[in-house]
T-cell receptor, first 112, second 112 residues
């Protein structure tokens, strides 16, 4: 069984540029999560989807971050415009209630 | 979610058992104890979880004290590939997804 797929694995951009990350969850998983992981810290939840609906986006900085999960499968996380402090690893995870979350490899973003 | 406390780092000799402690003295009756690990430059990997009873799978054993205020993850025969950050998390299932609040974890270093 294929795991959670994320792309790109690495992204380098200049500040004020837009950037997007893509996630394909494990087949059949209806819940999808985006996490942010700063260096030396554990992951922090940004948003959780159940099918197409964002059911917990309280930690998503909505002034510059947006996410979508069309058709309840793949998801895209966007930052516009990116700031220096957004340099981090962006992780996607999926689960099928009430089961465990499984994580992708992450996208490492560097903002110059 | 209950806060968990883990040692910052631990060392273990290859082939020996690695015992990773976790304190979760404020855990509620319906919170599960989850363990994940994160090898450098990878996403977190699920290891094991439990509610009250001890659990064992192909990766590890989880020992939860009777009062549920602490637990121990046991890797029976540690190898160099087990070097990673290990996260202990107390998590609830909340309407379709489980919320994982990561701390900074324990850096386990397995040495020859």
């Amino acid at each position: 069984e294929a795991g959670v797929v994320q792309s790109p694995r690495y992204k380098i951009i200049e500040k004020k540029q837009p950037v997007a990350f893509w996630c394909n969850p494990i087949s059949g998983h209806n819940t999808l999560y985006w996490y942010l992981q700063n260096l030396g810290q554990g992951p922090e939840l940004l948003i959780r989807y159940e099918n197409e609906e964002a059911v917990d986006d309280s930690q998503l900085p909505k002034d510059r971050f947006s996410a979508e999960r069309l058709k309840g499968v793949d998801s895209t996380l966007k930052i516009q415009p990116a700031e220096l402090g957004d340099s981090a690893v962006y992780l996607c995870a999926s689960s099928n209630y009430p089961d465990t979350q499984y994580f992708g490899p992450g996208t490492r973003l560097t903002v110059l | 979610d209950a806060k968990t406390t883990q040692p910052t780092s631990m060392d273990c000799a290859e082939g020996r058992a690695a015992n990773l402690p976790c304190n979760h003295s404020t855990i509620s009756g319906n919170e599960y104890v989850y363990w994940y690990r994160q090898i450098h430059s990878q996403g977190p990997q699920y290891i094991i979880h439990g509610l009250k009873n001890n659990e064992t799978n192909e990766m590890a054993s989880l020992i939860i004290t009777e009062d549920r205020k602490s637990s121990t993850l046991i890797l029976p025969h540690a190898t160099l590939r087990d070097t990673a950050v290990y996260y202990c998390i107390a998590a609830l299932f909340t309407g379709g997804g489980n919320k994982l609040t990561f701390g900074t974890g324990t850096q386990l270093k397995v040495e020859l």
